[in-house]
């Protein structure tokens, strides 16, 4: 054989060599940029115009709850908020009425309370849990809610207060009342299986 002749691997296989097709490699080198392309026009696009998002998901919440606790005034300054949602035994979603000024959102907990979590360890307190979420719920529902005393949270997004409505003027003070929550002043929060337990 010459040395100038071309050596065929695939000699005696019965298959030709592999070839990519020019489409295929233009398509795979697009690939890449068609990615980063896609990620600066979704970068440069306002999320809410696309996404409607309902206003607790805001991205600004956590600039709202501080805006709230620093304007709450004193103590007994009673501020009305239209209740979105209950989350659960002891904490709602709320939107709080300030004038002059926008409305603004927030997470509601509950001040001297601990209510039971949905999250539960055990069936006990996924039942307590559930008819504390109900009752909360029902307090809420006499309508006229409003928050005073309110104050900052451990957990962004989130302030404390104490919460009245038209009949009940401590909802705090009602769940404890009807059992569905214990006292809690910050600190370690022990589990509810074993409290239900003693």
Known sequence: MSPYERINAYRGTGRPPFRRS???RRVSAALPWVFVLGIAVGST???????????????????DTD?????AGAPDIR????????IDGDTFEA?????????????????GIDAPELKASCARELQMAQAATVALRDLLGQGDVA???VGPDKYQGRVVADVATRK??????????????????????????????R
């Open 79 to 86: 501020h009305n908020v239209d209740v979105i949602r209950t």
């Open 67 to 71: 805006v709230i606790w620093q304007r």
């Open 22 to 24: 020019p489409w295929g």
């Open 147 to 149: 928050i005073y005393n």
């Open 168 to 197: 009940t003027d401590n909802v705090s003070a009602a769940l404890l009342a009807a059992g569905h929550a214990r006292a809690y002043n910050g600190g370690h929060r022990f589990g509810w299986c074993g409290y239900f337990a």
């Open 45 to 63: 696009l306002p999320i809410r115009q696309w996404v409607h998002l309902p206003p607790h998901w805001s991205l600004g919440r956590s600039r």
């Open 95 to 111: 939107r709080v009425h300030f004038s002059p000024g926008p409305d603004l959102y927030t997470r509601v907990r509950l001040r």
